[in-house]
């Protein structure tokens, strides 16, 4: 169990970059200058200085595989709120509270498919399991103050912050970290986790400057323990910087130019990684696993990171042509069990560290009335050796298709996700009928293609109580294969 949840949670290090995540909006808001007055100018009624809006939601899925049931039936209710100080200050808020009532109907064990999940694992085993749930829960996500200045912006307090071009590529985007109590399925909003931060913009000539402050240390967030979308767990003892002390800080800046007819942008942040690495001191006879040993020691730890990073948007004959690079030192990647200075110890404590460069490329073109978004991402680890758990080159590919149906008042739109080194994939194809100004349907299906992680060794069929060696194989979205559900969602806007 510790070498496979160890070197899954490694794996996730990698992917919460490597692996696309959808996005349903640009990263890059558009200013469109407004009067102050418009209301009052429409309505004949004096502009109001608050404002409010958000919406009742309901999320129901249910599993096709077995066991077949029901696995979420959340209620949601997100308000977010605005007041405006005069021409020169805005106050912004939202929040959320959601219940899952599936755990009110249906069998725990059931719904985490914890028979398959673990089918070779003892009764014992899976008696002894923690039963998180992913409900009741209330959330503040927002709290910011906007400041105007005629060449300066200031924002202040919790906010998203987002630096990547690409829709669903998180290359340059290193900025909030991420919520995977439903895997990668949300939308990019609702599985990013706001942060208490600070964000000035400096306006120079054709220039904008960017500079920001991040005191709250807060990191990726793992599904809860025991449920369908586990994969990796922080353990207890995880070292952690303190939050909100100064000296821990992440602090970035960035530069946003045009150049040749294109928007770039160049970057630098100095993060801390949102995976612990986890530094382990094993001894030979563990390497071999001959003996259980007393000598096995884990340390994960928190480590800071540097992102160097550059963006740019381009538009050609309607299309657009939008890529992102990165530079990323610091980065510490797990090493198979290898003793190669011959101490009788697993080299480097498990752990070494590597410069490695990211990229992505996407375009984003109309065809048939149909907008499609292609765009391919990359991971190379730089100073390579064989040793090194990860492939040196791990390459993706997504694809987002949105196409408005006029005719029944709704938009079909295909999310796909392609892990070319895992050979595995993410379908997400899903409709959303506008039955009116405020009410909305959606419905769809997740479904996920490929193999399971498999490490360590398997009990042996000729050999009772002996072991045998296995295929070593790491894997992301081929764990949840077991988890394809359709689901239906209802939503009034307010």
Known sequence: MIARSLTVGLLMALLGCAVPVFAATPNEEIDIALPADLDALLTGKPASAFSYGGYLKNETAYRINEPRTFTKIRNIFSINAQYEFGKHAKLHTSAWAYYDLVYDLFDYDTIAARSVRDEKEPLVFLETLLKEKD???????????????????????????????????????????????????????????????AKVDVYWKDATFELVWIPDLTFHKPAPEGSEWELFKVLPRTTAPKTFDPRFSEVGAKVTFPFKEATVSLSYFNTWDDYPVTFRVISQADLRFNSPSSDLAIFPTYTRMNVFGATFTKELRGDILKGELA???????????????????????????????????????????ADISPSVSQWIILDYNEKILFHQYDTSFTVFIRKPLKKRSAVFTLLLIQLINFNETLLKPKITFNLTDHVQVITGVDLFIGSRTQFGRAASDADPGGLVDIAQRAQFIGNFRDNQRVFVEFKYNF
């Open 327 to 369: 530079l990323i030192t610091g980065k510490y990647f797990a090493i198979v069990d290898v003793d190669e200075n011959k101490d009788f110890y697993l080299d480097s404590d498990g752990e070494e560290q590597r410069n490695h460069i990211r990229w992505g490329l996407g375009y984003d073109f109309s065809f048939g009335g």
């Open 135 to 197: 409900s009741p829960a209330a959330e503040l996500r927002e709290a910011y103050a906007d400041f105007y200045f005629d060449k300066l912006d200031i924002r202040v307090g919790r906010q998203f912050i987002i630096w990547g071009v690409l829709e669903g590529v998180r290359v340059v985007d290193e900025l909030n970290p991420m919520d995977f109590r439903e895997l990668i399925l949300p939308e990019i909003l609702d599985y990013r986790i706001p942060l208490w931060s």
